[in-house]
């Protein structure tokens, strides 16, 4: 009984304490993003005095809201998350590998809307991912590329794509979606 108790106390501060990382790293995530849209346009440094009072404004409404989703979604995100490593492997993802496959698509779509070269179809992809979080990225990785559209979710984790162009009947993950999944692994797993 007293080890149940105890046990159960342990959770709670766990529990807030990831609630509040959630809180901080959204309330920074967002602030730094409002003030990326309006950079340049004030007089303080690059903002003006309201733009920073309503970017913290903003930025605390959306963490606010960021927890209570994570809390009503029942989702636990692990102290992992605050790793700089992971940080920066996502950054070099975004900067490297995904923009340039986004402007390869860009290119590709708009030569098949021009030639009228098109095979549209939906294709499997084993994802080979395990956490919810991975097989969401690379699904919303996909999506953002485009000429793909992700379709549905598996139980074993495979993706349904709409693909513009189906140039197999059983296409592999790096046709579609590059080295997508392989960087996905090594962010969110």
Do not use: Q
């Not at 636990?76 to 790793?83: A, E, F, I, Q, V």
């Not at 708009?110 to 080979?128: E, F, K, L």
């Amino acid at each position: 009984m007293i080890e149940r108790y105890f046990h159960d106390e342990i959770n709670k501060k766990n529990d807030t304490i990831i609630y509040m990382a959630v809180l901080i790293i959204a309330f920074l995530f967002s602030l730094l993003f409002y003030l990326a849209l309006t950079a340049g346009s004030g007089t303080v440094i690059f903002w003006s005095f309201y733009e920073i009072v309503f970017g913290i404004f903003f930025a605390a409404i959306a963490a606010l809201l960021a927890g209570r989703l994570f809390r009503i979604a029942g989702v636990r995100p692990g102290l992992s998350w605050l790793s700089p490593a992971r940080w920066a492997l996502f950054v070099a993802y975004v900067l490297g590998p995904f923009l340039y496959n986004m402007g390869k698509s860009n290119l590709d779509v708009a030569y098949r809307v021009v030639t009228g070269r098109i095979r549209p179809g939906i294709v499997r992809i084993p994802s080979g991912l395990k956490t919810d979080f991975g097989i969401a990225m690379l699904a919303n990785s996909i999506t953002l590329t485009p000429g793909t559209l992700s379709v549905d979710v598996d139980e074993d984790g495979s993706i349904f794509v709409h693909w513009i162009n189906v140039g197999s009947k059983d296409p592999s993950a790096e046709d579609i979606c590059s080295s997508f999944p392989k960087w996905v692994r090594r962010i969110a797993e």
